[in-house]
């Protein structure tokens, strides 16, 4: 499975963005989705929101819930982050990657496994 991550930028204090991710191979429909984020280099990434296989059932990190909105297109295989009112604390490396069970928005993952290159987001105040 590879993620292709897109949409990163540079942007002002509350801009909007919208990241895609493309995921090859077949899993994509039938797995829970997240964007996670890096926000320095050497730390570890943070689950920032899920989605559920149908795209019924969200769930996202405290700081950024009624900011974040992510949803997914099962029959593109592409999953989205449509980020509003960005903060500086925002700024990091956003990556998707399927989501394991048990794990939930502020948990940290390990990089263990396959990550694609990630979309660099920078917020400026």
């Known amino acids: 499975v590879q993620t292709v991550e897109s949409g990163g930028d540079s942007v002002q204090a509350g801009d909007s963005l919208t990241l895609s991710c493309v995921v090859s191979?077949?899993?994509?429909?039938?797995?829970?989705m997240g964007w996670f984020r890096r926000l320095a280099p050497g730390k570890r990434r943070i689950l920032t929101a899920?989605?559920?296989?149908?795209?019924?059932?969200?769930d996202y990190e405290d700081s950024v819930k009624g900011r974040f909105t992510i949803s997914r297109d099962n029959m593109k295989n592409t999953l989205y982050l449509q980020m509003n009112d960005l903060k500086p604390e925002d700024a990091a490396m956003y990556f998707c990657?399927?989501?394991?069970?048990?794990?939930?928005?502020?948990?940290?993952?390990?990089?263990?496994?396959?990550w694609g290159l990630g979309a660099q987001v920078t917020v400026s105040s």
């Open positions: 899920l989605i559920s296989v149908s795209g019924a059932t969200t």
């Open positions: 191979g077949n899993s994509f429909s039938h797995s829970t």
């Open positions: 990657r399927a989501v394991r069970a048990g794990l939930r928005p502020g948990d940290e993952v390990s990089d263990f496994g396959l």
